[in-house]
């Protein structure tokens, strides 16, 4: 199979690692010669890391090098069979380029965005097949992370969906196929872990530390929201919540965290500023969290009622199955369970109790419990 990347940077460049170590012959593109070049020779460190771990032999690593070849010319995919975009998250520009990219592909070539929440209908609207386009999110980093959205829109062929799935499994990913809207699966549902817990520090409740080490401590997170926001980026991940909550006409379950807004805009990025949620410097002591078992199980609680009664909620409004759902969630973000099985072992009458709690505290939408766990508490359902 032939496969185009567009965009050379950090997902474009795992994206086509991907497809070559399948066997797949990967044409990577970007405009800037200098882009290309560092990810031939950032393709290369990695390879030769993984032999030196053993993952795979000196030979593997070969081929998957001369599986990808490098171009500057979009003209250059005339022969791909899928070709996946992976720029920057501005609809305007990705819309321009697999526009032109069209007038080059031939007729059969599926069009792809990597995009993590941008409408794949309007992406699908620039082109003049638009049942050709879908939306194929990886996640950073592609070749360690499992899951894959395939996000049909409501112009993609069926024949596309079916072979962008298979495509897909054939590359050792797992699949979650979700409805076009905004977030897909994993950013919408994941939106509580950040949301929530800023505002159980901005109530004053806990700092950034002890609502980190509740969340590790008794949910088994791998990291905690605000470790994780630095890990990704404060600009991103409030850039991503500000798309969210306008894509979903403002609604209050995702409203952003003036903290957030404030750190990203002091320019506390997180670990790639050195200052973020925490200090990164060599000198910098990580505080410490506050003891306080009634207090971690407070913060533990609201927190995971909030995903899994987001997780309910997607479910709900059909976005995907209950199965890739939770996939998505274990698979795509580490979480240690899925939040539906979750939902399950808590019980479904202590979600709805403890969403009823919130609301009865607040007063507001965003504490509204999803229909779909009302129903299930008085019909004495699970979800699996």
Known sequence: MNVGIIGSGTMGSGIAQVAASAGCTVKL??????????????????????????RIDSEEAERIQTNISYSDRLRDFEESDLVIEAIIEKLDVKKTVLSELESYVSESCIIASNTSSLSIASIAASLRKPERCIGIHFFNPAPLMQLVEVIPAIQTSKSVLEKAVQTITEWNKTVAIAKD????????????????????????????????????????????????????????????????FAAFYFDPRYKPAFTQKRFAEAGYLGRKSGKGYYDYSEEAVKPEPKEDAALAKTIFDRVLVMLINEAADALFLNIASAEDIDNAMTKGVNYPKGLLAWADEKG?????????????????????CSPLLRKMNKEKKTFF
């Open 29 to 54: 593109y970007d405009t800037n010669q200098g882009a290309l070049f560092k990810a031939k020779a950032s393709l290369e460190k990695i390879l030769a890391r993984l032999v030196e771990k053993g």
């Open 181 to 244: 809207t905004p977030g897909f699966i994993v950013n919408r549902v994941a939106r509580p872990f950040y949301g929530e817990s800023l505002r159980i520090y901005e109530e004053g409740i806990a700092d950034f530390a002890t609502i980190d080490h509740s969340l590790k401590t008794l949910g088994g997170f791998r990291m905690g929201p605000f470790e994780l926001m630095d890990f990704i980026g404060n600009d991103v991940n409030y850039t991503v919540t500000e798309t969210v």
């Open 348 to 368: 479904i009458n202590w979600c709805v109790s403890k969403m009823d709690e919130l609301y009865n505290e607040y007063h507001e939408d965003r504490y509204r």
